[in-house]
């Protein structure tokens, strides 16, 4: 609150109201994360003016914040129940690598996209090299979601690592996280992916070697040309 950001994102979760209602009164713009309709509903109820709705193909971690309820719905299906669900704008993510799948969310009902894997293999990105050649050599079909390397849910390439810990309990976050944290920097140092969270949505097999210049010009003018269709 102290540097005034134009913009706040938050995942994981909803802030104290108090906090909401402080940012709001700076002028703070609140985007929150949901990965189903009532956690869409309940962001809205709190404040937020942005909803980024978080479809099951998305990489990382999952920004489900209600335990036991399933944030395992698909972007087709979450984007359009989302937005009639909700007034804010809403922003679409999870397995959205090129203008087709921007075109697809802004046609259900999303107002703006988000992406992440899309920019992991950017020449600019400080993402360590093994991991970006996993990105780029891998196959739709070679994700998983597990808790094996920080005891949350997230989605990444299927290694060594996730396979040797199926079936073994993960320790809640961050006792997971900080009990693989350093397997995971020395697998990096030791150039071991198979030991690496390789973060990765369900889009992967679209990830292209180019800089960040030249994807944002393919995503905008690619996505303009469809939706003048």
Sequence with gaps: ???????CSFTFGIPDSTDISELKKQGTVIIGTATNVNEAVEWE????????VQGFEAGGHRGTFHRGESGQIGSM?????AADA???PVAAAGGIMDARGIAAAMI????????GTAFLTCRESGAHPLYKQALLNAREDQTAVTKAFSGKPAR????????DMQGVPALPYPLQNDLTAPIRKQAAKMGRPEFMS???????GLSEEVTVKELM?????GTEALLEK
Excluded at 1 to 7: A, F, H
Excluded at 108 to 115: D, I, R, Y
Excluded at 198 to 204: C, E, I, K, P
């Design 108 to 115: 259900l009902g999303a107002e703006g996209v988000q992406l």
């Design 156 to 163: 990444g390439i299927r290694n060594q690592f996730m396979e």
């Design 77 to 81: 299906a979450l984007i359009p129940q």
């Design 198 to 204: 390789l973060w990765a949505g369900q889009g992967v």
């Design 45 to 52: 109820e709190a404040g937020a003016d942005m909803i980024v």
């Design 1 to 7: 609150m102290e540097e005034r950001v134009p913009v």
């Design 217 to 221: 010009i393919k995503l905008v003018k």
């Design 86 to 88: 909700v007034s804010c």
